[in-house]
């Protein structure tokens, strides 16, 4: 079952495993986006996680839903994170992680 960090205009949605987290969603509304507010939301999970005793974050972002996936790849890099070669056969995607 996954569980939401944030609140209702932004937020993350992840699962839980052990020590590991896997975020499914990152959304923030459309009225709230270009205001820092997934940056300062990835901030606070990233520390959240670390306050918990996680050791890794995982992601996995397609274009399938039409994102820009070089702009999300340069996002999650800014806090770290590294991409992971893992290809799923006919999709556009990135898989990333963050060591904690």
Request: proline share 0%; hydrophobic share 40%; net charge negative.
């Given at each position: ?92 995607n990135i ?6």
């Amino acid at each position: 079952m996954s569980v939401k960090f944030g609140t209702s205009f932004c937020y993350i949605e992840y699962f839980n495993f052990n020590k590991t987290v896997y975020i499914d969603v990152l959304f923030v509304a459309e009225e709230y986006r270009d205001k820092g507010l997934a940056k300062k939301l990835m901030e606070s999970f990233i520390e959240y996680c670390c306050n918990n005793n996680k050791t890794k974050i995982y992601l996995f972002a397609s274009s399938e839903l039409g994102a820009d996936l070089e702009r999300l790849k340069l996002f999650y890099e800014k806090f770290g994170f590294e991409r992971e070669n893992i290809n799923i056969a006919g999709m556009n995607n990135i898989n990333m992680y963050l060591s904690l």
